[in-house]
């Protein structure tokens, strides 16, 4: 059962920013003005995004480095705090194979050629495309990728 710690709610309300909306025609707009506007979102989105992202990694790796101290591996901490409740786990276990030929010679020849599992990477890096074309299924499916980057100056 983890510990539950209940701290107190701030008595002040946070303040909401205020958003700048830009009034933009979306039904009328062409591809052009489509792609300007896509952009400067993102260039808007990444500068917020940029300063939250280091700031929540700088107050969750914090956060989790105070309650973790003292204690065990296999502990768990609960907090509440405000309206929030912060739940820390126990830290996760690691196993891995240290003979595959034992277990080669438990499962025997068919069940282990059923079970083992290679991925893409490896099948790349250990034979060339000629010898994947033996083995290997290829095709294009699933969605497009789309993306607008501000375009170099010339």
Do not use: W
Not at 29 to 37: P, S, T
Not at 57 to 78: I, N, Q
Not at 134 to 154: H, I, N, P
Request: proline letters at 3%.
């Amino acid at each position: 059962m983890p510990t539950v710690i209940e701290v107190p709610k701030e008595t002040e309300a946070q303040a909401e920013v205020p958003v700048e909306a830009k009034e933009f025609d979306l039904e009328h707009a062409n591809v052009q003005e489509l792609v300007v506007r896509v952009g400067e979102l993102q260039d808007e989105v990444d500068v917020l995004k940029a300063g939250i992202i280091k700031d929540l990694a700088d107050a969750t790796g914090r956060c989790k480095e105070l309650m973790s101290a003292g204690l065990k591996p296999a502990d768990k901490e609960e907090l509440k705090a405000g309206d929030y409740v912060a739940k820390l786990g126990a830290m996760a276990m690691k196993r891995e194979i240290t003979d595959l030929q034992k277990v080669y010679d438990l499962l025997g020849h068919e069940t282990f050629l059923e079970l083992c599992t290679f991925t893409l990477k490896n099948i790349d890096d250990y034979t060339t495309k000629p010898q994947q074309k033996d083995f290997l299924k290829e095709s294009q499916t699933g969605g497009r990728s789309f993306s607008v980057k501000r375009a170099k100056k010339t």
